[in-house]
């Protein structure tokens, strides 16, 4: 557990497959991927306490806020187990992202189990192509559950925002329902496409704010979710996203100072 500090950040490498758990874009899927020094494969810890003294891990999609979860259908073919993926935080489904390290033998390998007694594992070591991750039952012979936990240290401030691409404005358009930080007042945007930059000086448009850099927009990824800065463009689709905004300077939210890992650090 001393590995997952909470609100920290942290990436899972394969220890067979060389390869980091990753967000999806599309901000459901969840697969193995080479890229290191991606937001897509940071993970920020949040340290739940169960009953009887039980700690557990819940882990958050730097990218996109929504949670590392493990659901009762079954993974997709070519893959073993039970299919996992990003899902938001609620309370009626907390034990679907609850997760227990299990550090293995001598090594630096963790075993994260799953609330049901399943273990999170990489697939495609035969058939490379099939890169996404599931849970299935312990092997004791297999190194596919086995994960090495990289700490990822944060950065001084914000990182610079992507700029709008070329083709935005072709995208599907989708709500953005935003309050303050203090949750009085909330409001919805009907917004196009998925550049962060824009979103970014909408949303200032809309509140009244001189200075669009000063504003930080995070996304509340279900009603227990922990509000995530969002640095990286929206995910695909036209899902609704729920965004709270705190100027910069400010406390964060739930009184948690804003963290942003440095992903391009050794």
Known sequence: ??????????????????????????????SLRRPRASMNAAWAVHLFDGANNAQYVLLHSAAYGRYLAAMDAPAPPGHRGRRVEQ????????????WEPVRFGTGDYTLLRHVTGRFLR??????PWNNGASVDDFDSVSRMTHWVVERIPATEGMPELPLAGSL?????????????????????????????????????????????????????AGTSGRPTPLVVNLP???????????????????????????????
């Open 87 to 98: 899902r938001n935080y609620e309370e009626r489904e907390e034990e679907a992202v609850r």
């Open 122 to 127: 990489a697939n495609g070591k035969y058939l």
């Open 1 to 30: 557990m001393e590995q997952f500090q909470d609100g920290h950040h942290v990436r899972l490498r394969s220890r067979e497959r060389g390869t980091y758990l990753h967000a999806d874009e599309d901000g459901r899927g969840v």
């Open 168 to 220: 935005d404005a072709l995208l599907p358009r989708r709500w953005i329902v935003y309050a303050s930080v203090d949750h009085t007042v909330w409001a919805a945007l009907d917004f196009k496409g998925r550049s962060v930059f824009r979103l970014r000086g909408e949303l200032a448009s809309q509140m009244g704010i001189n200075d669009a850099s000063n504003l930080v927009m995070c996304v509340q």
């Open 236 to 266: 695909r689709g036209s899902r609704t996203l729920h965004i709270v905004v705190v100027m910069a300077g400010e406390p964060g939210p739930d009184n948690l100072a804003l963290r942003y890992p440095d992903v391009s650090a050794e």
